[in-house]
């Protein structure tokens, strides 16, 4: 039986029971007529009048709960697109609207965040398909050449066996990357920070990088302040986080460009703060958001000239705030062209 049914029935019974009541008052004489004609009448009244109030006061209770029924079917039918729930009525029943409105807000969010994640899944293991395919679909064409006997000179023949190696190479450092990045994310690499020289790092990864320096000719600046301590890190971590930022602006600078590297006290304070700034292209727009996201490369045909498989920047955020630092890029001061990576790290002060 409806809300609304069942007030009107329970009305209807207590108003009969009053006039019940008034007739066998008037039987037992304890009214005389008049006084049962009044009461009577006073009691078939509020039984009219409670009736109607009933039936007024229960409109918006039985309308909010019908749009919280066809709210209930909306979501049992997958669809939370919809405005805002109208709110009416006691309340209690305003509250319990306001509730439901909160919770189909929050599914409205939790939904959206799970269609960002499989769309971000899915573009993961494409490129991680794309990544994978091409060095395998070389080794396997180049292996094929070789096993036909069509190779008969020795020049092409190492020259055959020395990209074979090259793509192995690279899909060795793919794997390592996927490994490593994956392990990060999931919090599973160990912090043991050890007493460590920027400065002495930075030498290494640009000796590293002296023959590539050197073919194009770019312009090397290091500036490292006096007053930076010795810090406590990971050195073979943040050595990889020097590597890529120095490695992406050698790959990406001009022919004579110039590559600075400059190592300060942060503005805020107890940070160490590293920047590498180069003449290339530039990160711009949403590239600045995204550059660090995995296998995001702004060069979107992902061609493997002009960068590798975009993970260098991810693993690099992941250790930076392993560390307990922060990493970005930005247009470097008092320039129109190059870009700035920056990222600090915390000083240890024990
Ligand atoms: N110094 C830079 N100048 C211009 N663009 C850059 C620079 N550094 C990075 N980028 C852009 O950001 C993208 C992501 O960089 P990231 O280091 O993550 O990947 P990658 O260098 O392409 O590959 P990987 O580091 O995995 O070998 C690059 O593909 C490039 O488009
Ligand atoms: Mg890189």
Redesign the pocket.
Known sequence: MRLRTQLLVINAASIALLIAAVVASHRMMLLNLSQEHLLTIITVSAGVLSSVAYWVMTIPISNSVKRLIGFAEQVGEGQLEDGPIHQSGPYEVRQLTRSVQEMKERMQSNLHQLEIMEKTRRELIANVSHDLRTPIASIQSFVEALQDGVIDDYETSQAYLRTIHREARRLN??ID?LFELSKLEAGQEAFHPVPSHLDQMIIEVLDSYSVRIHEKMLRVHVSVSDDIPVLHLMPEKISRVLN??V???V???PENGLLEIEVRMSSRADFVEVM?R?E????SGE?VKR??ERF????KSRNRG???????????RSLVELHGGTIG?RIPSGKSQ??E?WFTLPVYRG
């Open positions: 450092s793919l990357d890529n930022l490695d992406n602006a790959r990406h600078s590498i180069d290339a292209e530039g990160v590239d550059v660090f995001y490369r702004v060069d002009s960068g590798g498989s975009g993970l260098g920047l991810a693993i690099a890029v190059g870009s990576f």
